[in-house]
């Protein structure tokens, strides 16, 4: 069994340094890197127009990330569309409400947010307000539970793709030389395929956080060495830290 000495972790590097992940490599002795194997980017404003959307049709935009914001804000921004001060938003958590005072004055009246952070939880929020028509800025790459469950409860709705995930571009001569990887999403597996095409995993151990990457893994005929969340497990650092242990035996 190859012992682990560098992991790639496949996230933006913590903004703290009170991370978990460095408290693993300093109690094992391994050293973990940092890489985004995926981006999120606007759509450019020829290419939303495509869509037929006018944004100022709509009187409530429903917002399920920060990303949503940032990309809905910034394709305003290009498409020189100014949101008027009656326009309400609709957000999944509170934390994601909060993040809008980036864009626009908090104002409780116009700002609503489920409690829970599930999608069933805002669209009992949303159906209080039934008067409103919806705009739901989305990602290429999402699922359609928003919008059948606003179709079941007879809400005025349109989903419009504002941003796309896409590979990070690794430099053709980059030395892959990592003993484990983990991966957040079915996108960082995809990423890791296009640049490069070539690999093999070998004695390269392979992590993945949640169901839908665990499943990219294995559909890229790959082995899943370490999975989350589970059980004893929740988060991806626990799972990490019992496989380190299990490994230093």
Not at 84 to 104: H, N, S
Not at 119 to 140: G, Q, R, T
Not at 188 to 204: A, T
């Amino acid at each position: 069994m190859v012992k682990i000495k560098k992991i790639l972790v496949s996230q933006p590097k913590p903004a703290s340094d009170k991370s978990p992940y460095y408290d693993l490599a300093q109690k094992y002795g391994v050293e973990i890197g940092f890489r985004p194997f995926i981006k999120v980017e606007s759509l450019s404003a020829k290419e939303f127009r495509k869509q037929k959307i006018a944004i100022l049709d709509y009187t409530a935009i429903v917002l399920t990330s920060r990303h949503a914001i940032d990309h809905f804000f910034h394709l305003c921004g290009e498409l020189r569309v100014a949101i008027p001060e009656t326009m309400k938003y609709f957000c999944v958590t509170e934390a994601v409400a909060l993040y809008i005072q980036k864009y626009v004055q908090y104002r409780k009246r116009k700002i609503f947010f489920g409690r829970s952070g599930k999608i069933e939880d805002l669209v009992s929020v949303i159906c209080k307000h039934k008067s409103e028509k919806y705009l739901v800025p989305m990602s290429d790459i999402h699922s359609d539970d928003l919008k059948l469950l606003l179709d079941k409860g007879k809400i005025h709705h349109t989903e419009s793709v504002m941003y796309r995930t896409v590979s990070n571009e690794f430099p053709k001569d980059e030395p892959f030389d990592y003993d484990m990887v983990l991966f957040f999403s079915p996108a960082g597996v995809h990423s890791l395929q296009k640049n490069f095409p070539d690999f093999k995993q070998d004695e390269i151990k392979i992590g993945a956080f949640g169901a839908a990457t665990a499943q990219a893994v294995r559909d890229a005929g790959l082995r899943l060495d370490v999975e989350a969340p589970t059980a004893q497990a929740p988060s991806m650092t626990t799972a990490l830290d019992l496989y380190l242990k299990d490994q230093n035996k």
